[in-house]
């Protein structure tokens, strides 16, 4: 165990549904991130949330929002996937983002099929 | 466009032997390298960081750091089953965004 949990640990959805990927840490971390890791690919960031505020968004599509209410927790809604964004999504945690040693906790990522 | 490299294998090497996973990197800037270890259908885990230099050993496991090659390795000693898994390099610069290569496979066999 890391600190950081994900829920749910799968979820299969329609391209019309919406639904929500949460992520917490308990780590007490100032920092955290969203990634994506499809097959033979390298881990692609998405967002990154460092005292609550989003300082990356690496051009990610709008049908991927995310939230982060607190430094503790941190949200992704999807809403009209397309099967291409069938993906482990990971989310991650460190002490800051700005910080020169920043080591990343990973959490066990969300296993996301879209029909 | 930053980049990290890494064969991605399978490198397979006997019990009991050293395994050499290798990873370059293209941003001369990157100050902080780290080597994950991921299971197949699981998170990475952070195995080794290092910032500087040379060698850094932590039990079987040794990082080294060649800044001048822009080279970092990861070598595992007495290399046993359970280490099987694949292996993500990652090097960081003056965004501290970490920059993650695509990963080697590593099949340790009895």
């Known amino acids: 165990e890391t600190g950081v949990t994900q829920t749910p640990r799968h979820l299969v959805m329609g391209m019309t549904n919406k639904k929500s990927l949460k992520c917490e840490q308990h780590l007490g971390h100032n920092a955290m991130y969203w990634y994506k890791q499809s097959a033979k690919k390298p881990l692609e960031l998405m967002f990154v949330y460092n005292f609550k505020e989003q300082t990356e968004n690496n051009s990610v599509p709008s049908r991927f929002s995310p939230e982060c209410p607190n430094s503790s927790h941190l949200f992704l809604h999807l809403h009209t996937l397309q099967p291409e964004d069938s993906a482990l999504y990971l989310c991650?945690?460190?002490?800051?983002?700005?910080?020169?040693?920043?080591?990343?906790?990973f959490g066990p990522g969300t296993r996301l099929t879209v029909l | 466009q930053k980049e990290v490299e890494q064969n991605s294998g399978p490198l397979s090497v006997p019990e009991g032997a050293i395994a050499s996973l290798n990873c370059t990197y293209s941003d001369r800037g990157s100050q902080s390298f780290f080597w994950y270890r991921q299971y197949s259908g699981k998170s990475p885990e952070l195995i080794m960081s290092i910032y500087s230099n040379g060698d850094k050993e932590d039990g079987r496991f040794t990082a080294q750091l060649n800044k001048a090659s822009q080279y970092v390795s990861l070598l595992i000693r007495d290399s046993q089953p359970s280490d099987s898994a694949t292996y993500l390099c990652a090097a960081r610069g003056g965004s501290y965004i970490p920059t993650f290569g695509r990963g080697t496979s590593l099949i340790v066999h009895p």
């Open positions: 991650a945690s460190s002490q800051d983002s700005v910080l020169a040693v920043n080591t990343q906790y």
